[in-house]
């Protein structure tokens, strides 16, 4: 009995997270601009996979951004802030033009040069 309970106050608390992340107003991490909730994503500064835990909220296009510039390791080991990932030239370059943008824009991203094939 006391498991069903657990889990219906589980459940209406994780409901009540999302009507709260759904209203709630964020502002990017990287291009300061406002994200509409349909294109908010969190991003964990240092990689899940490197043992992170702190996230941020960014656009779509920007969190893509990020991780078709840099490895998890690059992530984890050089870039571990927003603001070292603003700092980065190509990312610096990639914030100037998306803040002349709309908020809700989403444009296709390019995988880097210097990445290499997956």
């Known amino acids: ?3 069903g309970r657990v889990k219906r106050l589980q459940s209406e608390s994780r409901a009540q997270f999302e009507r709260f992340k759904q209203a709630e107003v ?3 991490a990287l291009c300061d601009r406002p994200i509409p909730p349909a294109l908010r994503d969190a ?3 240092i990689p899940k996979s490197r043992g992170g835990v702190l996230t941020v909220f960014m656009h779509r296009a920007c969190h893509k951004q990020v991780h078709a510039l840099f490895t998890e ?3 984890a080991q050089q870039y571990p802030t927003a603001q ?3 700092d980065h030239p190509e990312m610096a370059r990639f914030i100037r033009w998306v803040q ?3 908020s809700n824009f989403n444009p296709p991203t390019r995988r880097s040069k210097s990445k290499g094939k997956l």
């Open 73 to 75: 390791t690059e992530l």
């Open 100 to 102: 002349s943008k709309p």
């Open 43 to 45: 991003h964990h500064l």
């Open 1 to 3: 009995m006391a498991q």
């Open 84 to 86: 070292a990932l603003r």
């Open 26 to 28: 964020a502002i990017c």
